[in-house]
């Protein structure tokens, strides 16, 4: 993808002289400049902040590693400034020098330092799953007959997950407290959270017995070791991209982190990109942006009209949502081709439309990606583009992207969220690949579905130019029966 300058317009440089004390929150649809917009409020504060002790000390936090990595691949374009009523200023310094992190790289970064890695080990996902289990085979001695039981270990996966970001801490307050983030057709009453309660304190004693730290204990270990040895706040500022998919954990974490002579947090989210179920409010944790702290962006300067409306069409079928930031659609000036919609009828079908597909956007020139749902798939793409003569690179949150690089580059939908590219691919959008058939908690689960519904919206809305959308003949994913066809050109 070619790196450029990059420059605000309109309504997004208003953002930049809000005050830079006291939290405050930027709502935008996909394509708004979010993540443009928190490199350029982070470059205003570093510009205009003054100390007579010390320079402002910033942190972006991003979403996910190719997140972060893109982000630091455009800091060196970050030039210049804003004043406020005219165009770009000049700046003495090129480029953005800020931190730039997610939260679990930064998390696991602060607690070696502080030692807790001295007597504590990571856990490994495969040890996770095992500990799980057994945790479940033990509470059925004790809860015979119980259904709840009944249900997949990615159930019970995504209940202790967001029992430890609301950091509970008992059975008191885990059925006072209201969950939220799972759908009307998924509830659990009092004697079923008796029974997942159980199966999370049995987790738990195992895993403390074996001293291992999972990736969801990280902020309560933070939050811990802040308060007891009186860790002072390292940043004047923190800039909080794709903030919707932190727990409450998370955010209680990164707002001690800043120092209260700014209480500087700028929250960049948006409702309808939410992939993981973690909800909580910002006044749970004591983050006040109501009124005039809070703006909202509706423009879309990234998608053609085309591209907003087949993926508005799809948004059309979420849940109700009050936080949710609606698109306007009607306000886009760029145009192009209608989304192509390819039904293939086998895999070497599907095969060869890649690879066309692939070189057509290769002559029109941009950048292009591949995505498909599973990560185990990359590889698999790749090698087949690569039999074809197309450079890819496969982006892994365990490999360095070179984003500045003329290869097609190959990602999962979740990998690809707060990245653009001229033109996006998506692979095998089927009923047994989307929503995926491991995070329903039961038939017809109603926020599982929504989920997966806004991490096919956000990947569509990546595409700049073109967007081709491969589905089997035999097998679509319901999500495409969702997408108004008056917006496609159906291909068979």
Known sequence: MALKSITLTGEQKKVLFLPATNPIQIKGVAGSGKTTIAM????????????????????????????????????????????????????SNRGLKVKVSTFHKWSYSFLRSH?????YTQMERSEHNEILSHAI????????????????????????????GQLI?????????????????????????????NVYETYRLEQISR????????????????????????????????????????????????????????????TAQRIYKSGFTWTEVGINVRGGRTVEFKKNYRNTKEIAQAANSLMSHDLEDDDL????????????????????????????????????????????VVLHRYRNKLDYYAKLLEEGGI????????NLADFGSNTVKICTL??????????????????????????????????????ERKLLYTAMTRAQKSLCLLVPRSYPSMFIDEIDRQFLNVLR
């Open 137 to 164: 085979a033990e509470s059925r001695k004790s809860f015979q007959g119980a259904r709840i039981l009944d249900k997949p270990l990615n159930f019970f996966d995504e209940e202790i997950s967001w029992i430890k």
């Open 414 to 451: 979740s990998s690809v969220k707060g990245l653009e590219f001229d033109h996006v691919i998506i692979m095998e959008i089927s009923k047994m690949i989307i929503p995926s058939p491991d995070g329903f908690g039961q038939d017809n689960d109603e926020y599982h579905i929504t989920t």
């Open 325 to 368: 930031t609606t698109m306007d659609v009607d306000s886009i000036t760029s145009h192009g081709d209608k989304p192509v919609l390819i039904l293939y009828g086998d895999v070497e079908a599907a095969n060869q439309a890649l690879i066309e597909r692939t070189r057509e956007a290769k002559r029109k020139g941009g950048s292009i």
């Open 115 to 119: 030692g807790v890695f001295t007597e």
């Open 40 to 91: 350029y409020r982070a470059k205003h504060l570093l510009d205009t902040y003054s100390d007579l002790f010390r320079e402002a000390e910033i942190m972006i936090f991003s979403y996910n590693n190719s997140l972060t990595q893109y982000i630091q691949s455009l800091l060196p374009y970050v030039i210049g400034g804003y004043q406020e009523t005219t165009d770009v200023r000049k700046a």
């Open 391 to 398: 450079a890819t690179e496969v982006i892994r949150s365990d």
């Open 169 to 197: 801490k008992s059975l008191n307050d885990y059925l006072s407290t209201a969950r939220i983030g799972r759908g009307t057709k998924d509830r659990v009453d009092k004697n079923d959270k008796a029974v997942i309660w």
């Open 211 to 270: 001293k291992k730290i999972h990736f969801d204990d990280h902020a309560a270990y933070c939050l811990n070791l802040i308060e007891r040895r009186s860790i002072q706040p390292e940043f004047t500022h923190i800039v909080v991209d794709e903030a919707q998919d932190l727990n409450k954990a998370q955010i209680m974490v990164i707002k001690s982190l800043v120092k209260p002579s700014t209480n500087s947090l700028t929250i960049i989210a948006d």
